[in-house]
């Protein structure tokens, strides 16, 4: 999205609403599918569900290349938002096989490959963007979903999953496992889990809405000179009351996304070092403290362009610190017949904070950048907390 709208804005003229909204369809397709799939995947299983959102991310994410208006890029992404929560149902699968003192590395190893897909994106759209054009860019992603289709007969179900829907399993000796009943939503707010639920929902906001905003605020940023005026609108909104201005990215904008991307890939080690030595509860609150003393520096005015950056590089590592733990903390909580669910659930409100980011991070930062980041260090400073009174720590838990 960082890469992708700034051209799309320029090729249509959109207005700062316009551009705000092609953000928030994203975001409201994955809270409308993390609603479904969590449901399907406990149902019927965690292969077939990845499988079919895969499908529909590489298929519907191709068709938009062809967008003849704005209004089918919103159909269309909204779609592919759909399809993407689905395929998160590999964490679901990863934590169900993994012993649990391989867990935190083995999750957040996952959210490592997942960002170095996200630093090819950035790579792809420098080289692809200014010559080609955005179209390009959304056709050439769709190349490594379809791909992974194609190690669909190699892909293991989760053996939980499998045993708990009565599918066939590899040969082994493999204890039957005795289903009640099947999980529903209403059991993740049983007397055991009510707590927890409730403190877990809101940190998968508070994660969700930081971790987007600090990727969507980087281009922000670099376009306003907010220490001179950090109360008027950027340049892109400036050069014309109609909205029709735009501001491409340079290839030193591309320089600096790329470079607090790689801050995702850097964090991530001290995440698993520290959710295995002090637990999850503590590596939470100690990333969203972490993120919001960093945008606290930035509420003083950076000078430097590259001061700016280096505070963005650590606000962008630790946030993804803490939505990698949050992603690890809600499948250890649950027990296997509401553990998708439960995690989809997450899923869901996040995609609330990811709905509402775009409207901090764009239409607000235009406004008043001050206020942006103070409306960002307050919803890390309430996770923080959260964090630390969460009930039950899962650092070993055994899985149900």
């Given at each position: 999205m960082t890469v992708l709208f700034p051209a799309v804005q320029c090729e249509w003229h959109l207005s700062g609403l316009q551009s705000t909204l092609l953000s928030v369809v994203v975001f409201t397709g994955m809270m409308f599918g993390a609603a479904f799939w969590g449901v399907t995947a406990d149902d019927f299983g965690r292969k077939p569900t990845i499988f079919i959102a895969t499908a529909l991310v590489a298929y519907v994410g191709f068709l938009t290349s062809f967008s003849p208006t704005i209004y089918w890029l919103f159909i269309l992404r909204f779609v592919v938002g759909i399809g993407v929560v689905g395929a998160i149902q590999v964490e679901v699968i990863l934590i169900e096989f993994v012993a649990a003192k391989y867990r935190a590395a083995a999750m957040i190893s996952l959210r490592a490959i997942?960002?170095?897909?996200?630093l090819f994106e950035v790579l792809l759209a420098w080289a692809v963007v200014p010559t080609l054009g955005w179209r390009y860019l959304i056709a050439f992603t769709a190349v490594p979903t379809t791909?992974?289709?194609?190690?669909?007969p190699v892909v293991p179900e989760s053996v939980r999953a499998a045993e708990m829907n009565r599918c066939s399993l590899p040969a082994g000796r493999l204890r039957a496992a005795v289903v009640e009943h099947r999980g529903r939503l209403g059991d993740l707010f049983h007397a055991e889990y009510r707590r927890s639920t409730i403190q877990m929902l809101f940190i998968f906001f508070a994660?969700?809405?930081?971790?987007?905003?600090?990727?969507l605020i980087t281009t922000e940023l670099f376009s306003v000179d907010y220490c001179a005026a950090p109360?008027?609108?950027s340049s892109s909104d400036a050069s014309s009351s109609d909205g029709c201005g735009?501001?491409?990215?340079?290839?030193?904008d591309y320089g600096r996304i790329l470079l607090t991307s790689l801050a995702e890939l850097a964090i991530l080690p001290i995440a698993i070092v520290l959710s295995d030595l002090i637990g999850r509860r503590r590596t939470l609150a100690i990333c969203q403290i972490v993120v919001a003393l960093s945008y606290l520096v930035l509420l003083t005015c950076v000078g430097s362009t590259w001061g700016v950056t280096v505070i963005?590089?650590?606000?962008?590592?630790?946030?993804?610190?803490?939505a990698a733990i949050i992603h690890l903390y809600a499948p250890e909580l649950f027990p296997t017949q509401i553990r998708a669910i439960g995690t989809s659930?997450?899923?869901?409100?996040?995609?609330?904070?990811?709905?509402?980011?775009?409207?901090?991070?764009?239409?607000?930062?235009?406004?008043?950048?001050?206020?942006a980041l103070l409306v960002y260090t307050l919803i890390c400073i309430v996770g923080a907390i959260t964090a630390l009174l969460l009930p039950i720590e899962t650092k070993g838990r055994r899985m149900e």
């Open positions: 997942e960002n170095i897909g996200g791909l992974f289709l194609l190690l669909w994660a969700t809405a930081t971790y987007y905003g600090a990727a109360n008027v609108t735009c501001s491409s990215l340079s290839s030193s963005l590089f650590v606000v962008r590592g630790f946030a993804m610190g803490s659930s997450g899923y869901f409100v996040g995609r609330i904070g990811a709905m509402i980011t775009p409207l901090i991070s764009q239409l607000l930062l235009r406004r008043s950048v001050h206020s």
